[in-house]
């Protein structure tokens, strides 16, 4: 079943292009005419490659690894941070933190600050601080939580970036590029593909138009969470079984040697009242 149709994209506005003055010639297969100066996407292609995506990010969610959403455009933040949360995604929304991918490290010490921080309130540490010092902490709190708050969970690397507007997030598509994580985005007429693994040709201005992608995309990754989940419990109700069989066995094998050594002791008490007897 498609997880997304022609029709939805059409109402989404997803098929405006940008004009076409300001078009990139890369995007040239992508474009179905122009109509009043304004190149018009071709929406049959965009519904293939939101499958193609979706199937990609099913499988990376399924296998338990990290994608992370990245759109800092006004028009796309809170619909990236509802979408992504709703699958357990980090997300960045605000300033792209240069580094981010290629000095992970030092990102993640920024993450455990905050987790400091929260030491420090929590063990009465604050009540020695003056109140100049506190407030100082808290503004510096407040500020990591907006900028890393929404990757405080992402441990390592992620698996795949998901971009909207690749030429607005152009630093975080090169770090990517450059380690060699693959990277999904939305793409507009404006825009180079050819940095991009996964291009899903479309209005990126639009909020609209990025939710309905988004919505085709986070369904395909719930969808491998579901069936990661199904998996483990079969795995686990299977692990279970020879176990139980195991203690079945070792039970039977006890009781086996508890009876062959109850018949050897009868046969040794039998043959030395024998031997008394017969002396």
């Given amino acids: 079943m498609s997880r997304t149709n022609f029709d939805n994209l059409l109402e989404a506005g997803c098929h405006f292009g940008h004009l076409r003055r300001k078009w990139n010639p890369a995007m040239a297969p992508?474009?179905?005419?122009e109509r009043n100066?304004?190149?018009?996407?071709?929406?049959h292609k965009t519904v293939a490659k939101v499958e193609e995506a979706a199937e990609a990010l099913k499988q990376i969610a399924k296998?338990?690894?990290?994608?992370l959403f990245v759109a800092t455009k006004k028009q796309a933040k809170q619909v990236v941070a509802d979408k992504?949360?709703?699958?357990?995604m980090p997300y960045v929304i605000e300033r792209w933190p240069g580094g981010m991918l290629t000095n992970f490290p030092t990102i993640r010490k920024a993450v455990k600050k905050m987790a400091t921080i929260d030491k420090l309130t929590n063990d009465g540490t604050?009540?020695?601080?003056?109140?100049r010092e506190v407030l100082q902490i808290s503004r510096q709190r407040a500020k990591l939580d907006k900028n890393l708050g929404s990757i405080a969970d992402l441990t390592r690397l992620p698996s795949a970036l998901f971009v909207i507007d690749v030429m607005k997030e152009n630093i975080a598509v090169r770090e990517a590029n450059r380690l060699g994580i693959p990277v999904f985005a939305i793409v507009d007429t404006n825009s180079d593909p050819s940095n991009i693994d996964f291009v899903i040709p479309a209005n990126d201005d639009a909020t609209k138009s990025i939710e309905v992608i988004l919505e085709a995309c986070c369904t395909a990754m719930s969808e491998?969470?579901?069936?990661?989940?199904?998996?483990?419990?079969?795995?686990?109700?299977?692990?279970?079984?020879?176990a139980n069989k195991g203690k079945r066995k070792s039970a039977a094998k006890a009781r086996l040697d508890k009876n062959d050594e109850e018949a050897i002791n009868a046969a040794k008490a039998a043959a030395f009242?024998?031997?008394d007897e017969e002396a």
């Fill in 30 to 33: 992508y474009i179905f005419m």
């Fill in 37 to 43: 100066g304004i190149h018009i996407i071709d929406l």
């Fill in 63 to 67: 296998s338990g690894k990290k994608v």
């Fill in 84 to 88: 992504a949360a709703s699958v357990n």
């Fill in 126 to 131: 604050y009540s020695n601080l003056s109140k």
């Fill in 224 to 242: 491998g969470l579901e069936e990661r989940k199904a998996e483990k419990i079969d795995m686990e109700a299977a692990g279970e079984a020879p």
């Fill in 273 to 275: 009242l024998k031997d």
